[in-house]
């Protein structure tokens, strides 16, 4: 008699513990994990490409942006801090092994402030500097040279300073599109769209608010940015006179 009555308080004290389970599995989404897209924007349960799609549309709305991390291209690598909008930006840029230059654009002007050494350097093809290119590159230390329209470098250093340029260029992933995994970048949680598994790039999407692209891993280890700062306003002007060198119609034609 005791046996059979131990048995029946075995028998009730599963049932009451699979009840608690039971009770515990509705008010915490089961006795595992919670959902990774509870209280988000929702795009962490869509397919990849719509994901993509809407990072892409925010992106472009957007009225400004701060990018910072590397770019590899054309076998170069470059390291930049950029804050742009639609008229302009302002930043810092530098190429591996290259000294770092500042970079400021508003509206059409272009400007370039570097050091010494980056100006000593530029035209020389390899060659070492000589006392008067030394000495006409301390001139130019500290000060924004006004890069004209029609020089050479015009379209590749404004091009850093292009809202819309660089990000057409960046938000290029490149193979089948999966969902990666959930996570986090600045704090901000986040979901991955990988192309090809990660090896044609990938790309990390806000989950809340705007569905913001927030970083990027370029396939072929071809750079990683943070997109960072969207649509948060900032002030650009132009250098005050006094510290502009305006060289006219080309920069390599200044003696």
């Known amino acids: 008699m005791t046996a059979w009555v131990h048995g029946v308080r075995a028998r009730s004290t599963a049932v009451s513990v699979g009840a608690v389970c039971a009770v515990l599995l509705t008010l915490l989404t089961g006795c595992g994990s919670k959902d990774p897209n509870e209280g988000t924007n929702g795009v962490g349960r869509l397919p990849a490409a719509e994901i993509e799609k809407r990072a892409g549309k925010a992106a472009r709305a957007a009225q400004s942006v701060r990018l910072s991390g590397s770019v590899v291209s054309k076998g170069r690598t470059y390291r930049l801090d950029m804050r742009l909008k639609d008229d302009g930006g302002l930043g810092e840029v530098s190429a591996r092994g290259g000294p770092r230059f500042e970079l400021l654009r508003v509206g059409e002007d272009l400007y370039l402030k570097a050091n010494a050494d980056f100006w000593a350097d530029q035209g020389k093809d390899g060659e070492k500097p000589d006392e008067a290119d030394l000495a006409a590159a301390r001139k130019l230390e500290g000060k ?28 290029n992933l490149n193979g089948e599109r999966g969902t990666g995994e959930h996570g986090e970048v600045d704090g ?68």
């Open 188 to 255: 901000v949680r986040t979901v991955e769209v990988r192309a090809a598994g990660g090896d044609g790039g990938i790309l990390s999407v806000s989950l809340i608010g705007t569905p913001y692209p927030l970083r990027l891993e370029r396939g072929g280890d071809a750079g990683v940015v943070q997109m960072l700062e969207w649509d948060k306003e900032f002030t650009l002007r132009a250098p005050e006179k006094d510290q502009i060198v305006d060289y006219g119609k080309k920069i390599s034609a200044a003696e």
């Open 144 to 171: 924004y040279v006004k890069v004209p329209p029609g020089d050479p470098a015009y379209k590749q250093l404004s091009g850093f300073t292009d809202k819309d340029v660089l990000l057409d260029g960046l938000l």
